[in-house]
T-cell receptor, first 116, second 111 residues
Framework: NAGVMQNPRHLVRRRGQEARLRCSPM?????VYWYRQLPEEGLKFMVY????????ESGMPKERFSAEFPKEGPSILRIQQVVRGDSAAYFC??????????????FGDGTRLSIL | RKEVEQDPGPFNVPEGATVAFNCTYS??????FFWYRQDCRKEPKLLMS???SGNEDGRFTAQLNRASQYISLLIRDSKLSDSATYLC????????????FGSGTRLLVRP
């Protein structure tokens, strides 16, 4: 199965801890997008990365959140000092590139983050 | 005002019914248009891309009106398995092609 792989599926953290969410794009895809879905709300864009580059982080909270997509390995979304309001489903999507528009993005199963 | 607006529903229809969802977008620079489907607590799945000429995929028909900035999805002969939330999505090059989601329209198909 060469789909977008996210782990863990569920993550429980206590307030103040760190959360690390991982995403491996589909084979052949070099563009990764992270989205967040708060309870009972729609998906909101957070960050767009290519290998070793953050292209657009306009949707990322200014503090505590960071993302990377290293040359080797998965993309990581890191949340430091988590608070209750960080509880959400975090989805990663990948696409082959933006050379041609109208390329759909394919989503992973998501990570459900719960903050105690 | 949200960039993508949808009627939240729910639409409650019997099996076999035809149901239509509408969506409007506010940014005229939007270039790409999609309908995604999301089942409860699952990831969004691409249902279909939407093209200017309109397009059909089996029981699903999508239409785009760029002048009115309006997108529609028609589902014919509804099945129980069509019950889900339908997400209207747009993107554009000057915004990194990130997907901009509507809040979704919930569909319930009853026996």
């Amino acid at each position: 199965n060469a789909g977008v792989m996210q782990n863990p599926r569920h993550l429980v953290r206590r307030r103040g801890q760190e959360a690390r969410l991982r995403c491996s794009p589909m084979k052949g895809h070099s563009h990764v997008y992270w989205y967040r879905q708060l309870p009972e709300e729609g998906l909101k864009f957070m960050v767009y990365l290519q290998k070793e580059n953050i292209i657009d982080e306009s949707g990322m909270p200014k503090e505590r959140f960071s993302a990377e997509f290293p040359k080797e390995g998965p993309s990581i979304l890191r949340i430091q000092q988590v608070v209750r309001g960080d509880s959400a489903a975090y989805f990663c999507a990948s696409s082959p590139g933006t050379g041609t528009y109208n390329q759909p993005q394919h989503f992973g199963d998501g990570t459900r983050l719960s903050i105690l | 005002r949200k960039e993508v607006e949808q009627d939240p529903g729910p639409f409650n229809v019997p099996e076999g019914a035809t149901v239509a969802f509408n969506c409007t977008y506010s940014n005229s620079a939007s270039q790409s248009f999609f309908w995604y489907r999301q089942d409860c607590r699952k990831e969004p799945k691409l249902l279909m891309s939407v093209y200017s000429s309109g397009n059909e995929d089996g029981r699903f028909t999508a239409q785009l009106n760029r002048a009115s900035q309006y997108i529609s999805l028609l589902i014919r002969d509804s099945k129980l398995s069509d019950s889900a939330t339908y997400l209207c999505v747009v993107s554009r090059m000057d915004s990194s092609y990130k997907l901009i989601f509507g809040s979704g329209t919930r569909l319930l198909v009853r026996p």
